[in-house]
C-alpha cells in the first residue's frame, strides 16, 4: 500500500507540474508592466491604461518573465523623420531604377557626358563666332558714323539704332555662352554623381 501510495503522489505532482507549465503558456494569462504618471512601476493583470500606453510597455508570463516589449509610439518629430526619411529612400529607388534603365555601364555615362560636352561647346562656338559677326558689324558702322561727322552732319538714328542693336545682340551672346558654360559645369557634376552611383548598384 505504501508502494502504491508513493506512486500515486508522484503522478500528482507530475500531473501538479504539466498544469503549471500548461497556465504559464496558456493563451491571455499574462501581465502588463508600465510606469505611471508618478514614475511608479505598475504590474496590471487587465491592461495598459490608454494614457500610459503610448509611453512604451512590457508584457509578463506568469512566472514573470518578459515576452513581449512594446516600445514607445513616436513623437511628431520622429513620426516626420521617419516619414521623412521614408520618402528619401523611395526617391532614391526610383532615381536608381531610372539611372539603370539609361546605363548599363560607366562607360556609357562617360559616353553620354562626351556628348553633352560636344553639344554645349558647339552652342558656345557658335555664340563666339557671331560675337566676332556682330563686333566686325559695329567697326563698321562705327566707321560710317564717323563718316557722317567728319562731313558735318549727324548721325543717321538708322545708323545710331543698328549700333545698339549690335551692341544689345552681343551682351545676349555673351549672356548665352555664359549659361552654357554653367550648364557644363552641372552637367559635369551630375554625371559624376551618376557614374559614383552606378558603380554601386552594378557592384551590389
Not at 549700333?163 to 551672346?173: E, F, G, P, S, T
Request: net charge neutral; proline share 2%.
Amino acid at each position: 500500500m505504501l508502494k502504491l501510495g508513493t506512486v500515486g503522489l508522484s503522478l500528482l505532482l507530475m500531473m501538479g507540474c504539466i498544469a503549471s507549465v500548461q497556465a504559464d503558456d496558456a493563451p491571455g494569462m499574462v501581465f502588463y508592466r508600465y510606469i505611471d504618471s508618478r514614475g511608479v512601476t505598475v504590474i496590471d493583470r487587465q491592461s495598459v491604461p490608454t494614457e500610459y500606453a503610448g509611453k512604451g510597455y512590457e508584457v509578463l508570463n506568469m512566472r514573470g518573465r518578459v515576452i513581449q516589449v512594446v516600445p514607445p509610439a513616436p513623437t511628431g518629430e520622429q513620426a516626420r523623420q521617419a516619414q521623412a526619411a521614408a520618402q528619401a529612400a523611395k526617391a532614391q529607388a526610383e532615381m536608381d531604377a531610372q539611372l539603370m534603365r539609361l546605363y548599363s555601364s560607366v562607360t556609357d555615362v562617360d559616353r553620354a557626358r562626351t556628348r553633352k560636352f560636344a553639344e554645349l561647346d558647339s552652342l558656345i562656338s557658335v555664340a563666339r563666332s557671331n560675337i566676332q559677326g556682330l563686333a566686325n558689324q559695329q567697326v563698321s558702322l562705327q566707321s560710317q558714323a564717323a563718316d557722317q561727322e567728319r562731313a558735318g552732319r549727324a548721325v543717321s538714328q538708322s545708323l545710331i539704332d543698328q549700333m545698339n542693336d549690335a551692341r544689345d545682340q552681343q551682351q545676349h551672346l555673351n549672356d548665352d555662352i555664359a549659361r552654357y558654360q554653367a550648364a557644363k559645369e552641372q552637367a559635369d557634376k551630375g554625371f559624376a554623381q551618376d557614374r559614383a552611383r552606378l558603380q554601386q548598384l552594378l557592384a551590389q
